[in-house]
């Protein structure tokens, strides 16, 4: 198992020394002036060139390039030209909503597909499958902004009854409020809740073919023990490395939710990043997406080696 995981580490290491380089060089051959953006189209040529050589962007790629990964690997992301504070800082602080929202998301599209594709395998044919099926597809197909605006319209616009009106706030933010969490949560949750539901019966439907399911049910086990106990256990590491995939890449930043619901989390910093040509802090959050994808799926590693110690041989 130790050998494993240290295995994983130096993967990630791989990772993340790739995606830094790939991010860096990327932003360098962009053929849009940072510095410009920055000081603004009256500055002169002088002061532009100036600043370019006081923030080290005057020197060969290879040499800033070099700099920016020892620095990376001190935990110093850079300086944000349009916040005027540090990157890592400003990512951290963001971190806590998009966090809530993702965990939130995860979970609601766990409680939703993992029971509709189990229901689905298990009657596999009968009408509660036909309907898992078209409403997983119905789910998958609805782009996730348009589902947003149609929330926030029906929230704001068309209250099902008096009493209901204004139940959800219509965009915002407030740490750990369910009423803000509801909307963007399931509008984030409605396509991965798709892909579990479809994920979960595929795998479950091998699961309940094998020989041990009818020795089982052979012996007198119910129905219910035999797939959940039994059934949906060997399911898990492919769910498991689904989930470490999906929460990775929620955690780094939900772009289209939280831009729609005016969700403060990285996912809205990046794209003002991008918007004001940030470079430190488009790398800054690339790179920390990059990390939490890493991390999830390391965790995820060692949750299937746990499960199934024939992963680790």
């Known amino acids: 198992m130790v050998a494993y995981v240290l295995s994983r580490l130096t993967w990630a290491a791989i990772v993340l020394l790739v995606v830094a380089v790939i991010t860096f060089v990327l932003t360098f051959v962009v053929p849009a002036d940072p510095v410009r953006a920055m000081v603004g189209m009256r500055a002169t040529a002088a002061e532009v060139e100036r600043i370019r050589q006081s ?15 020892l620095r990376a690997a001190q935990g110093d992301l850079g300086h944000s030209f349009h916040h005027r504070t540090d990157v890592l800082p400003l990512i951290l602080q963001r971190f806590p909503a998009t966090l809530q929202l993702a965990g939130a998301g995860i979970a609601l599209a766990l409680a939703i597909g ?121 399911a898990l590491p492919s769910l498991i490395t689904q989930l470490g995939l999906d929460l990775g890449f929620l955690l780094g930043g939900v772009v289209v939710i939280e831009q729609v619901f005016g969700w403060p989390g990285i996912g809205q910093l990046a794209v003002n990043a991008i918007t004001n040509l940030d470079v430190p802090l488009i790398m800054g959050t690339v790179l920390f997406g990059t990390f939490c994808i890493v991390v999830a799926n390391l965790i995820a590693d060692v949750a299937i080696a746990i499960l199934d110690p024939r992963v680790a041989r």
């Open 55 to 69: 923030m080290g962007l005057d020197q060969p790629l290879l040499t800033q390039l070099g700099g920016y990964l």
């Open 114 to 234: 993992i029971p509709l594709g189990v229901l689905g395998a298990r009657r596999q044919g009968t009408r509660y499958d036909r309907i898992g099926n078209l409403l997983s597809v119905a789910l998958v197909s609805i782009p996730a902004f348009w589902l947003g605006y149609m929330l926030i319209y029906i929230a704001a616009f068309r209250p099902l009854m008096a009493w209901q009106f204004d139940l959800f706030p219509i965009g915002g933010y407030e740490p750990w409020s369910l009423r803000h969490l509801a909307l963007p949560a399931l509008t984030l949750s409605a396509s991965s809740a798709a892909y579990y539901t479809r994920l979960t019966r595929s795998v479950m439907l091998d699961e309940l073919r094998q020989d041990y399911v009818r020795t089982g049910l052979a012996k007198g086990l119910s129905e219910r023990r035999v797939t959940w106990r039994h059934a949906f256990r060997n």
